[in-house]
């Protein structure tokens, strides 16, 4: 049997919808900022200024990646009071990323 034969993916036409959500699903992931703010919400939720501590980077600069990737429903948030803790929205992404990063550690 060869490796067409094990691939369920229906592999007709894309539409542009498809096409585009796929393509801005890996720009996501092309950026080293978002995947550490991905890759902190594996386990837990976290406010913007709890990211921007835990990654040292700038609220401003959280929170603009933040918006990119609930644009593309990667993350959601709750909110609580006045604070917004996020979360990741896609288990598909999100093991997508964990099999990319224990494809780069693997020796």
Known sequence: MTDEHNINI?????DEETLFVVSQTFKALGDPT?????HLL??????VNGIAQALELR???VSHQLRFLKNLRLVK???????LYYSHDD????????????????N
């Open 77 to 83: 948030y709750r909110r609580e009071g006045t604070t």
């Open 42 to 47: 594996f386990d837990r939720e976290y406010s």
């Open 10 to 14: 229906n592999h007709k036409d894309l």
């Open 59 to 61: 609220q401003s600069a």
């Open 91 to 106: 288990e598909h992404v999100m093991k997508m990323l964990e099999q990319t990063i224990e494809h780069a550690n693997h």
């Open 34 to 38: 978002r995947i550490q703010i991905l």
